[in-house]
């Protein structure tokens, strides 16, 4: 396996790739979610690229930027184990050598959910995507249901702006008891761990309700939030229902949806969600 | 030459073309001013495209949209008599299949002149512009210095997202009278024609104003100014000194800048520009 720093380096290396090229673009501390992509990059494409790259324009507190974890020792142990051709590992001045002036600007599918709670956030993940997109220029691009919006918003990045990547959906990774794997899990404590799951909990009672024939949307969330119920330590931002490619939140449920939800467990900020269908 | 309408049949004709390939976007109705444009490709690419798409999204009057000029049938004749391996002329539909939601925003050099004076215009070149880069995928793109804020937009874009193009300046081409090439120029009355030159008289005395020695903006304007003062027929809309790169109107002249300006001569929007150098 090859680790490329620079982006002229890289651009020597895709003149070489044997094509398809498949690509799992990351921010590392990589999980078994992340190793699901690269295993479906694997079984579809000749070559697999992976980058790790912690984008600064996408958060918005800085601390969590500033925290977020970067190992990439064992990123890179992690990929070479799992058959990837190249990590692309830029510094940060590679990527953003001067003031990033230039944006892509989403939409009306960035504006719920994830958009309404960390504004800008969007922005930033679909401009270092195009860039990801422009410096390894794959032929398809994996990503993981866990982060529904962002790939509703990724689809529809590349469908208005038409770029030549094929953006494919993989099945979210979870622990036996529910909980979603995400790089953030690592700030858990053993107690927030303990009650993570009830995430995943809320969102299956959501599920079952509309799988039961409930349709208003109020009557849903509030079978949900009964999980919470007696649990002061998780602090739900939002539950909603939405549109799984517009992202648009409904009032009924007339067909499949997405149920999504936010929520802090103690300093941690943990999403997650899950596709429901009415009888 | 070959004419392609539709994206799929484009990528098709990308695997087979010849690298490098260089790429001149169009609106249509070519003068001399895109045939040296397509000169400059043919000189210095193994293969040519043009593109020629009159695009909704950076017009800020539905009338100069409609009323744009769209000879395609001379057009592709322009292209075959200069050596054009292909030109994509996709309808609307091709381009803009649903509502356009996702955006390039530009930034501080998409702010002043143009950008004043028809807002959402760059919004419109920029997100155009990408989406033709990504279709046609040319390793070169030449755009002229007439439109040298856009120009600067486009690198700024292409610096900004990653974009592997490389953009190509080629000087504005000239009527014998010193008015700039614009396919709106045969918008012009005879009487319109006849005074359409002073744009270009303005411009050039601010430059000699500039050569001579003079820094200050406001001095250096009343000079260029005085070439309009006799004809009423000629509405100035801004005439301004700004940085090549940055497009930032500047108050003093300390090193090389460019003089810019739009008017209107009858129903027709005039833009023109010069480059000026201190003594």
């Not at 509309?210 to 509030?222: F, M, N, P």
């Not at 931002?237 to 939405?242: D, K, Q, S, T, V």
Request: proline share 8%; glycine share 6%.
């Amino acid at each position: 396996m090859r680790a490329i720093h620079s982006i002229a380096e890289l651009r020597c290396w895709r003149t070489q790739a044997r094509v398809p090229l498949g690509f799992v673009p990351t921010m590392g501390a990589l999980h078994a979610g992340h190793g699901r992509l690269i295993d479906e990059a694997r079984a579809t494409c000749a070559s697999v690229a992976v980058s790790i790259f912690v984008n600064p324009i996408q958060f918005n507190a800085s601390e969590d930027y500033a925290r977020y974890p970067r190992p990439l020792e064992s990123d890179l142990e992690f990929c070479a184990a799992r058959g990837v051709d190249m990590v692309f590992a830029p510094p940060l001045e590679e990527m953003y050598p001067q003031p990033q002036n230039v944006f892509v600007e989403v939409g009306p599918v960035a504006d719920a959910m994830e958009g309404r709670f960390r504004p800008g956030h969007f922005r930033g993940v679909a401009t270092v995507v195009l860039k990801l997109f422009q410096i390894v220029q794959p032929d398809r691009a994996y990503f993981g249901e866990k982060d529904a919006q962002q790939l509703a918003v990724i689809r529809r990045m590349v469908q208005d702006l038409s770029v030549p990547v094929e953006i494919v959906r993989v099945p979210t990774v979870r622990e036996p008891d529910g909980l979603a794997l995400s790089s953030r899990n690592r700030h858990l404590s053993g107690g927030e761990r303990t009650i993570a799951p009830l995430l995943y909990l809320a969102l299956s009672a959501a599920q079952r309700s509309i799988a039961a024939g409930s349709r208003d949307v109020e009557a849903i969330k509030r079978a949900a939030l009964t999980v919470f119920a007696g649990d002061p330590r998780v602090r739900l931002e939002y539950l909603e229902i939405a549109g799984d490619t517009d992202m648009q939140p409904v009032q009924s449920v007339d067909g499949p949806v997405r149920v999504l939800a936010a929520a802090w467990v103690g300093g941690t900020r943990l999403i997650d969600n899950l596709c429901a269908t009415p009888p």
